[in-house]
Each structure stands twice: as C-alpha cells, then as structure tokens.
C-alpha cells in the first residue's frame, strides 16, 4: 500500500462545477500538505500549500486537512476548462525538501 | 525570474548505456531537489541537493546519483540503463519563503523535465 492514495480518476465535469479532490495518507509524521497542477508535457506547478490541519483560500482553491483522519482535500469553485489538468497532492514530514506524492488526479472540465 | 530549466528535454539510450541530466535553478535558489515520475510508480523523490552537498535521499539504487556546483547547478546520472529508467525526470529548485519576518518552508519549483526513454 501507498503512504498517500490518490483517485487517479479522470474525473469529468461540466464548467462551472465544483471540484473537489482528494488524498488519504497513512504516515501520521506529514506535517506540510501540498496540492500541484501538471498539465500535459510539463512540470508540476504549486496551487496549494498548508501546514497542519486547517482549511486555506486562495481565489476559487480551497484546501482542507484533517489530520485526525489523515486526509486532504482541495475544492475548485467556478471551475473553468483551462483547470483540465492532472492534480497531484504531495506531503512532507519536516521543512526539507522531501515529497511524497499522490498518484495524481486527472481532471476534465467541458465548457 | 526565469523559471527552473532542464536540458536535453527530450533524450533516446539503449540499455547499458548512461545518460547526465542537467539542471538549473532558479537565480537565488540553493536546493535542488530531483523526482521521477512514471505511470506506475508517479513521482518518486531521487535525491536534493543543497549548497552542494547531498541532504535527503530517496529508496533508488546506486545507479542513480547526482551532484551539485557552486553556481547551484545540477546534475543526475543513471549509469547501466534499464527500460525501467523510461521516465519523466524532474528537477525542483527551491528557496525558504518566509512570512512575518519568520522564515517558513521551502516550496519547491518544478521544471519542465527531461523525457527519457530507453530502449
């Protein structure tokens, strides 16, 4: 098993919708929670990043944490077909620099 | 800023063979993080490097090594290809971000990555 499970999808949705994705994760040390946009042929580019558990806003992305049940979760309102791209979670357990990443997420959003 | 960039971006071997990947920072950046990423296995964490010396490993065997110069330039090296090696390698630059006046974590760049494929 995985240390952090992530529905690979595709997951389809009509424009406008909200998204919400999601991520189970089973070393309870994570402590840093991020979420990354990929799209097709390039490198993953940070959304999202939290420490701890708590909720985050920025724009139509909010993410979740819940550590009690070790799970994440982020939210795209509004969402838009230029949001059609694989979305990938990834924790760390200290400051360094060390990731461990969900399998991603591929999202498809049809105008 | 420039953003992190990786060259060859596109790169054929044979098996046995070894390939050096190449990356360059963001100006200011002195990590520099590799990953591969495959359909199986996603993306793997291979190794950082920080002010030239290695500070984290991840569970990838000997083949796999790396190396960072003053400039905060990087290199990674498999050496005796196996099709297994077909990946996406990426390279993530990084620098603290603080906040308040406290500095908190790095957060990582990515770059475009280098696609190799072995045959």
């Known amino acids: 098993q995985k240390e952090v499970e992530q529905d690979p999808g595709p997951l389809s949705v009509p424009e406008g919708a909200i998204v919400s994705l999601n991520c189970t994760y089973s070393?309870?040390?994570?402590?840093?929670f991020m979420w990354y946009r990929q799209y097709s042929r390039k490198g993953p580019e940070l959304l999202m990043y939290t420490y701890s558990s708590g909720n985050k806003e920025d724009g139509r992305f909010t993410a979740q944490v819940d550590k009690s049940s070790k799970y994440i979760s982020l939210f795209i309102r509004d969402s838009q077909p230029s949001d059609s791209a694989t979305y990938l979670c990834a924790m760390r357990i200290g400051a360094g620099n060390m990731l461990t990443f969900g399998g991603g997420t591929r999202l498809m959003v049809k105008p | 800023k420039a953003g992190v960039t990786q060259t060859p971006r596109y790169l054929i071997k044979t098996r046995g063979q070894q390939v050096t990947l190449s990356c360059s920072p963001i100006?200011?950046?002195?990590?520099v993080s590799w990953y591969q990423q495959t359909p199986g296995q996603g993306l793997q964490f291979l190794f950082e490097?920080?002010?030239?010396?290695?500070?984290n490993k991840g569970n990838f065997p000997g083949r796999f090594s790396g190396r960072q110069f003053s400039n905060s330039r990087s290199e990674m090296n498999v050496s005796t290809l196996e099709l297994g090696d077909s990946a996406l390698y990426l390279c993530?630059?990084?620098?603290?971000?603080?906040?308040?006046?406290?500095?908190?974590?790095?957060?990582?760049?990515f770059g475009p990555g280098t696609r190799l494929t072995v045959l």
């Open positions: 993530a630059s990084s620098s603290p971000v603080t906040s308040g006046g406290a500095v908190s974590v790095d957060t990582q760049y």
């Open positions: 070393n309870s040390a994570f402590q840093y």
């Open positions: 490097y920080f002010s030239e010396t290695q500070r």
């Open positions: 100006s200011g950046h002195r990590s």
